[in-house]
Antibody
Framework: QVQLQESGPGLVKPSQTLSLTCTVS??????????WSWVRQAPGEGLEWIGY???????DYNPSLKSPVIISIDTSSNLFSLRLTSVTAADTAVYYC???????????????WGQGILVTVSS | DIQMTQSPSALSASVGDRVTITCRAS??????LNWYQQKPGKAPKLLIY???SLQSGVPSRFSGSGSGTDFTLTISSLQPEDFATYYC????????FGPGTKVDIK
């Protein structure tokens, strides 16, 4: 069974860098045609896609994000990471990692999710 | 940029009711549309992918239809565990979620 688990600090100061890791188990990140994604949800709000990375290393990011984003992958350790720099209070949210399945017709869907981690940006 | 809307934003229904939620895209997204269910404090759960395909393990009372710009999620007979918020998501371009529809108890 595929499982994802987010980890990282729950509190980050404004203007600093938010760093999270998603550890994947039950599947090798080297196998298959998957993307690995980060999604966040501000308190009381809807879901916002942050970006994803393919196991080839290719990335796509949400252009509407105000804070610069980097997603990286370490297939040897079966994990991927998120870095959000120069954060503000608007980046306070529950952050989810998810696997993105890609079909042979290029359909994508987010089939496995981590439980989420709350990150608060505050001094 | 593609915009996604959902209607209604909230609805009240009773157990056994047939519930329909609509999702609309600002331009054609063919069938690149997924549906998720989210309960408070939990991660979203995939229900329907590619507009009408039922994810493995999801009860058959859930169904999806539509293509182009207009899509529908239908719950044929609402069960107690179905009270939740439902999101559509387009993946025709960079993924984008709709604003959500909250289904609560009448």
């Amino acid at each position: 069974q595929v499982q994802l688990q987010e980890s990282g600090p729950g509190l980050v100061k404004p203007s600093q860098t938010l760093s999270l890791t998603c550890t994947v188990s039950g599947v090798s990140m080297n196998s298959g045609d998957y993307y690995w994604s980060w999604v966040r949800q501000a308190p009381g709000e809807g879901l916002e896609w942050i970006g994803y990375i393919h196991n080839s290393g290719n990335t796509d990011y949400n252009p509407s994000l105000k804070s610069p984003v980097i997603i990286s992958i370490d297939t040897s350790s079966n994990l991927f990471s998120l870095r959000l720099t120069s954060v503000t209070a608007a980046d306070t949210a529950v952050y989810y990692c998810a696997r993105v399945f890609t079909s042979d017709l290029a359909y994508k869907w987010f089939d496995f999710w981590g439980q989420g981690i709350l990150v608060t940006v505050s001094s | 940029d593609i915009q996604m809307t959902q209607s209604p934003s909230a609805l009240s229904a009773s157990v056994g009711d047939r519930v329909t939620i609509t999702c609309r895209a600002s331009q054609s997204i063919r069938s690149f549309l997924n549906w998720y269910q989210q309960k408070p404090g939990k991660a979203p759960k995939l229900l329907i992918y590619a507009a009408s395909s039922l994810q493995s393990g999801v009860p058959s009372r859930f169904s999806g239809s539509g293509s182009g710009t207009d899509f529908t999620l239908t719950i044929s007979s609402l069960q107690p565990e179905d009270f939740a918020t439902y999101y559509c998501q387009q993946t025709y371009s960079n993924p984008l979620f709709g604003p959500g529809t909250k289904v609560d108890i009448k």
